[in-house]
């Protein structure tokens, strides 16, 4: 799976959260920073994570999410990284 694809997967489970403005999907990259530039709050990541693994038909393990960072890089090295262990 291609990091675009993965970024495109992930604006769709974006799409779903009332509390991000559409605009704010408008040209994401993989610098950018769900809490500081859309504005996600801290609480909703966990939610999101949820719809991520749905989404990609994985599942993340504890370890994963607690040293999960805050930019859209760090989400998508991690759904390949858990698509790699298999």
Do not use: H, N, W
Not at 3 to 31: A, F, H, N, S
Not at 55 to 68: G, H, N, S, T, V
């Amino acid at each position: 799976m291609e990091r675009q694809e993965i970024i495109d997967g992930l604006i769709e489970v974006l799409k779903t959260v009332r509390m991000i403005e559409p605009e704010k999907l408008v040209g994401v990259t993989e610098e950018t920073d769900f809490l500081a530039d859309m504005s996600v709050p801290s609480s909703q990541m966990i939610a999101i994570v949820a719809k991520v693994e749905q989404k990609f038909d994985i599942e993340f393990e504890d370890d994963d999410i607690d040293d999960l960072g805050s930019t859209v890089k760090d989400v998508v090295d991690l759904i390949l990284k858990v698509k790699a262990r298999g």
